[in-house]
């Protein structure tokens, strides 16, 4: 008898959580700290905010020793703040 392809698969919603489980709690601390943005910027904060979300999430999953992590995982949050910055200036200008 043939298997079927995916027969044996969940069918249902996805987590949507799946992606925050397993990180400690400085990576959750630095990944969703770029969301902040969008309290601050509205739409423009917040498409910068999910996009530095996913970088630092991507980094936390990464096979990097901690300090490189945490340097790693800073500058993305810091270089969101300061591409929101640049935006935001050259909006009001």
Same mark, same amino acid.
Do not use: C, E, H
């Given at each position: 008898?043939q298997?079927?392809?995916?027969?044996?698969? &969940?069918?249902?919603?996805?987590?949507?959580? !799946?992606? %925050?489980r397993?990180?400690?709690?400085w &990576?959750?601390?630095?990944? =969703?700290?770029?969301? $902040? =943005? !969008?309290? =601050?910027?509205?739409?423009?904060?917040?498409?910068?905010?999910?996009?530095?979300?996913?970088?630092?999430? !991507?980094?936390?999953?990464?096979? %990097?020793?901690?300090?490189?992590?945490v340097? !790693?995982?800073?500058? $993305? $949050? $810091?270089?969101?703040?300061?591409?929101?910055?640049?935006? =935001?200036?050259?909006?009001?200008?």
């Open positions: 008898m298997q079927i392809p995916g027969a044996g698969q &969940q069918v249902g919603p996805r987590d949507r959580w !799946a992606k %925050f397993g990180l400690s709690w &990576q959750l601390v630095l990944s =969703l700290l770029p969301l $902040v =943005l !969008a309290g =601050l910027g509205g739409a423009l904060g917040g498409v910068i905010g999910a996009a530095a979300l996913f970088a630092n999430l !991507a980094i936390a999953r990464k096979q %990097f020793a901690t300090p490189l992590k340097l !790693a995982m800073v500058g $993305v $949050v $810091v270089a969101s703040y300061f591409v929101f910055l640049v935006i =935001l200036v050259l909006l009001t200008s």
